[in-house]
């Protein structure tokens, strides 16, 4: 979305030399001939000059290679004797890269590198030549060399798409061999010869039939023209026969477990001949001890076979995270799947979420979860929102707003500023202090569906270190925002309430504008008040910052609570608590799986009177034999 540079008279005269810590783009813009057509092969060569060789363990620096930001060369590591060597990106097309041709359209190759400081690779690598060049007059054949095929066991149909790469001449294809291990199992559909024409495409549809194959496969295409001097062009056809196949859900939720709970998981095994051998089922990560599962063995095709799996509350859980089930099986290409697991244990409190970890301090090399993990970096000034996702975990490289995963589309807070947009992972980075005039602290996320426009919250905060070196009473004030409405008034902080968790007073989500789901821009704000002038110092750390909910007596769990079926009229009645002025989605599948899809049943449904609503599914066809619902809170 940036805005094009107009005109430019004359090539520009310098360039960047080299990428550097964190500056590792090289970008290179131009305008194409028009003797270049869509199917020109084009590849980009380019060299690297010097390399940071200051007595690093492993000399080396990393570099990818973009088409108006398309992916056309994976990393090449240099190392001191890879200098002066002229790198080639593999061939390419303007159809690949959705380049064009003729005035007006900013093409442009990118070189990114890849820094190997960290792990003793060297901050720097020069670059002092790079080019495009063009096939022109090409006659030939252009294919996907490779092509990794998504085998179930079944017979089945794909496409080939076989291009001609000349813009003048017509490109007949007299013949298509198969050969390899698995040719046999292979045949050409299309019917041979055909003429394409120049510049064209065409489809060419083949089949596999898997019977009595098993594992890998392995065969080429050997394509070749009516004319001679046209080279072959050679498709590399592999593959994994998803045979047996393990099918699990995405999640279990216990719920609010206070004592020892069971629920059901079931396995499925989608393939169509082998039996499925659930190796092991393990779990990993915070609180795994607090959970075991039953193994059911060995599951024929097409059936399915159940575990239990057993929550036994631990003593002292934390209650922030929880760990994943891991199904280990002979399935040949997931051998392993990951089941969520969830559980909301009964405490003073709901932890939503977390940036960094009360008393916690400022640790280093945490990883790059964020959240509870969270890096804080150096402030870097005053920054307005809404501020930039994915800054690097760098000192003065980070800004006021931290952002959780999530759709960022809607303003809450009465301003004009421009959302984000979707976060596709938790920042890894943030602020980790007020200093002079730079007094706002932000975090950023949506809310699940289970907190209720009633529900209890509270933020939670604590700071870690305050400039006490020059005034007559060291101390920084701060306040608290929620969406921008006031939710704590000032906590003065002095060297004595240094690691003390601070705590604003109860709220709920009426109270300050919020919404849960994706797409709203709900945020918290620590403001700093500076006391520098009045003796009080110029700075104050913050090492951890928390939404909690509280448990309601007066809330209803938000759950489904009856589904009756009526197989006469192929209909289900599903009850549900409700909040008044809500409206909810209704969604159903038959497949309760990570990879089934949810469909839409109605998307206005009104909460009705009282704490529970009662909406009737009447558009099921007849003969149909299992359904899930699911009901969301938009």
Do not use: C
């Amino acid at each position: 979305d940036y805005e094009p540079d107009g005109t430019v008279a004359a090539n520009e005269i310098r360039a960047e030399r080299a990428f550097a810590g964190t500056d590792n783009s090289l970008r290179y813009h131009f305008n194409l001939p028009d003797d270049i057509g869509p199917t020109t092969p084009l590849t980009i060569l380019w060299d690297a000059n010097n390399l940071h060789t200051d007595g690093q363990d492993d000399p080396r620096y990393g570099v990818e290679v973009y088409f108006n930001g398309n992916l056309v060369a994976e990393e090449t590591i240099i190392h001191p004797e890879e200098l002066g060597a002229i790198n080639t990106t593999p061939v390419f097309t303007l159809a690949d890269v959705d380049g064009k041709t003729g005035e007006g359209f900013d093409n442009y190759v990118e070189l990114r590198g890849i820094n190997y400081n960290a792990e003793g690779g060297g901050n720097w690598m020069g670059v002092d030549h790079v080019s495009l060049e063009a096939e022109v007059d090409f006659e030939g054949i252009l294919v996907n060399a490779d092509v990794d095929l998504a085998l179930t066991g079944a017979v089945q149909t794909f496409a080939l798409e076989i291009t001609n790469a000349s813009q003048v001449n017509p490109l007949t294809i007299s013949q298509i061999e198969i050969t390899g291990d698995s040719a046999a199992k292979f045949s050409i559909v299309t019917a041979l010869p055909f003429t394409i024409d120049p510049s064209g495409q065409k489809t060419v549809e083949y089949t596999f039939d898997a019977m009595g194959a098993l594992g890998m496969i392995s065969a080429s295409f050997v394509i070749k023209s009516a004319d001679a001097e046209i080279e072959d062009a050679i498709v590399a056809l592999t593959g994994t026969i998803h045979d047996p196949k393990a099918v699990s859900i995405a999640e279990i939720d216990f719920g609010e477990a206070e004592t020892t709970t069971s629920l059901p998981l079931e396995i499925s095994n989608a393939g169509l001949s082998q039996n499925l051998v659930i190796e092991s089922i393990t779990f990993t990560g915070a609180n795994a001890g607090a959970f075991s599962a039953t193994n059911p063995g060995t599951i024929a095709a097409g059936a399915t076979g159940k575990s239990t799996v057993t929550f036994t509350p631990p003593a002292d859980p934390d209650r922030a995270i929880w760990p994943e089930l891991v199904i280990k099986s002979n399935d040949p290409v997931s051998p392993t799947i990951q089941v969520r697991l969830t559980v909301t244990v009964p405490s003073e409190g709901t932890l939503i979420w977390t940036v960094g970890l009360p008393g916690d301090g400022w640790p280093q090399n945490l990883g790059e979860g964020g959240g509870p993990e969270t890096i804080f970096v150096q402030e870097t000034g005053t920054n307005d929102l809404p501020g930039e996702p994915d800054n690097p975990a760098v000192d003065r490289q980070s800004d006021d707003d931290y952002y959780f995963a999530g759709v960022y589309t809607t303003i809450l807070d009465g301003g004009d500023y421009e959302p984000v947009g979707t976060v596709p992972t938790n920042e890894i980075g943030a602020e980790r202090a007020f200093a002079g005039s730079d007094n706002a602290l932000r975090y950023h996320f949506n809310l699940p569906g289970t907190i209720r426009p009633n529900t209890p919250l509270l933020v939670s905060w604590d700071a870690n270190n305050l400039d006490s070196g020059n005034g007559d009473d060291p101390r920084y004030g701060t306040e608290v925002y929620f969406n921008g409405s006031l939710i704590a008034e000032e906590t003065l902080i002095r060297p004595e309430q240094l690691g003390d968790i601070n705590t604003t007073p109860v709220f709920t989500l009426d109270d300050v504008n919020g919404e849960v789901g994706e797409g709203f821009d709900n945020y918290v704000e620590l403001r700093g008040i500076n006391y520098n002038g009045d003796g009080g110092g110029n700075w104050m750390g913050i090492d951890h910052v928390s939404l909690t909910a509280l448990p309601d007596e007066r809330s209803t769990p938000f759950q489904i609570l009856e589904l009756v079926p009526n197989l006469e009229a192929n209909s289900v009645t599903i009850t549900f608590t409700s909040t008044s002025g809500a409206t909810y989605l209704v969604q159903r599948t038959a497949l309760l799986a990570e990879n089934g899809v949810w469909e839409e049943v109605d998307d206005a449904v009104a909460a009705g009177d009282g704490d529970e609503t009662t909406y009737t599914d009447d558009t099921l066809g007849a003969g149909a034999t299992t359904l899930y619902y699911r009901i969301v809170q938009e």
